[in-house]
């Protein structure tokens, strides 16, 4: 028995194609191009995680209470040689955030496809080199002057204060920390504007850990590199598309 030929004044509904196994859309994958480019990012992150460690170190070398034990050391006390450690140790803290700063920038601009959303944040995010230079020439200068600009004597009595008097010019220390002043702003919005390039990430590859990586990279620099290498780890992890036949 064969079927009566279709009326063409009853309207045809299509029924569209039941989804692909494991949900509505396909597996994600990610290209060759994309895959250099997170690599970079990667690395950025561990570079980053290094610095973030030195970074500790340093604070507490230059930590208030750091500093007035290196005060008691004698009177007419001079900076220069106590500070020699915490000062190279800077200088490779700062070191390393530019090798991560350029690694970072440089997967961020590798990224393949037009990117209008990380224009901005490259553009933007090169304020933070020399920002990172005004700080390294700021903290030495001024902490190596203050020596020459306070003469401070033990104190007497235990827990008596520390008396200090000052038998220097303060220009020295005024222009370092002014220096570090330009510097920490200039920086600060460096990585403000890598960190908001870094969070729009999500929008391309779907993973949350690289948006909670750029908001603990403003925060807390160590667990925020952390968690951009676990998030870009688990894109990376992705399939890679075929590449297209030549010819």
Known sequence: MSLPPPDPSI??????????LGGAFPPRAITEAD???????????????????ISLTVAE???ASGFTRALELRAGFSSGPNWIAPIGLLAFAILLSLVQ???TRAGLRGLPGPSPELDSP????????PGLLLILVGVPVVLLTLGSVLTCHPPGPPGGAMPCVQTGALWPVLVGAALIVVGAILSVIGWIYLAIGLWRLERRYHESLIQVGAVLLLLFPLLGDILLWVGIRAVRKLPTVPAPPSG
């Open 11 to 20: 309207p045809t509904v299509r029924v569209p194609p039941p989804p692909p």
């Open 101 to 103: 700063l350029t690694w």
């Open 61 to 63: 070398a230059i930590s």
């Open 35 to 53: 895959r250099a480019g997170l690599r970079k990012i990667s690395n950025g992150a561990v570079i980053g995680g290094v610095g973030g460690v």
């Open 122 to 129: 490259l553009r933007l995010s090169i304020l933070a080199y």
